[in-house]
């Protein structure tokens, strides 16, 4: 990543760079780690998933990595097939959790995606395409819009269970609050 990554602010511009970035990501596997084995197991854990993601991070890599991602684990969740091409995942517009059809939503790290995943009726897993110019101010992970077209049903739909571990993925939208302040709180409830 260090050879690849961007240094500068500039670099980012540089379509060659990041398509070689993109060509070395795609090609370690590291998108697909969380689909399926063949016994419905993903191949590596959230925590190995985390540490590429950091690693990532670290380099400043400006490769689409999360959405991607996400979106081979909701498919493994769902039980549905692989993707035949690179998409992402849809999430609420305030990023608290996965986006369900035609609600306003929007769709991260979408460089080379081509749809998203989002939910359908009853829990069905369905495909929105995507179209459009990226935007966002983060330069290094573009997000888009969700148009609220009509979506393709993918096969497989998600459970509840698995719709509330989506929602551990943007646990970070919602900060919580510091240790001292939940204390605090307790503390106030016990006084009173």
Same mark, same amino acid.
């Given at each position: 990543?260090?050879?690849?990554? +961007?240094?500068?602010?500039?670099?980012?511009?540089?379509?060659?760079?990041?398509?070689?970035?993109?060509?070395?990501?795609?090609?370690?596997?590291?998108?697909?780690?969380?689909?399926?084995?063949?016994?419905?197991?993903?191949?590596?854990?959230?925590?190995?998933?985390?540490?590429?993601?950091?690693?990532?991070?670290?380099?400043?890599?400006?490769?689409?990595?999360?959405?991607?991602?996400?979106?081979?684990?909701?498919?493994?969740?769902?039980?549905?097939?692989?993707?035949?091409?690179?998409?992402?995942?849809?999430?609420?517009?305030?990023?608290?959790?996965?986006?369900?059809?035609?609600?306003?939503?929007?769709?991260?790290?979408?460089?080379?995606?081509?749809?998203?995943?989002?939910?359908?009726?009853?829990?069905?897993?369905?495909?929105?395409?995507?179209?459009?110019?990226?935007?966002?101010?983060?330069?290094?992970? +573009?997000?888009?819009?969700? +148009?609220?077209?009509?979506?393709?049903?993918?096969?497989?739909?998600?459970?509840?269970?698995?719709?509330?571990?989506?929602?551990?993925?943007?646990?970070?939208?919602? +900060?919580?609050?510091?240790?001292?302040?939940?204390?605090?709180?307790?503390?106030?409830?016990?006084?009173?």
């Amino acid at each position: 990543m260090d050879r690849l990554g +961007p240094r500068a602010v500039g670099r980012l511009e540089d379509a060659e760079r990041a398509a070689r970035l993109d060509a070395a990501v795609a090609g370690s596997g590291w998108r697909e780690l969380r689909t399926g084995d063949g016994t419905g197991a993903p191949w590596a854990s959230g925590v190995e998933v985390a540490i590429v993601a950091e690693a990532l991070g670290r380099g400043l890599a400006d490769v689409a990595f999360l959405g991607p991602t996400l979106a081979a684990d909701l498919r493994r969740l769902a039980g549905a097939s692989e993707a035949s091409a690179r998409e992402t995942v849809a999430l609420r517009a305030d990023l608290s959790g996965l986006a369900a059809q035609g609600e306003d939503a929007v769709a991260v790290d979408v460089s080379g995606a081509g749809s998203a995943l989002a939910l359908g009726p009853g829990g069905a897993l369905a495909s929105v395409a995507l179209s459009g110019a990226p935007a966002g101010v983060d330069l290094t992970r +573009p997000t888009m819009r969700v +148009p609220a077209s009509p979506a393709t049903p993918v096969g497989g739909s998600v459970t509840e269970e698995a719709v509330r571990r989506c929602g551990r993925w943007t646990r970070w939208s919602r +900060p919580r609050p510091s240790r001292r302040r939940r204390r605090r709180r307790r503390t106030r409830h016990v006084r009173r």
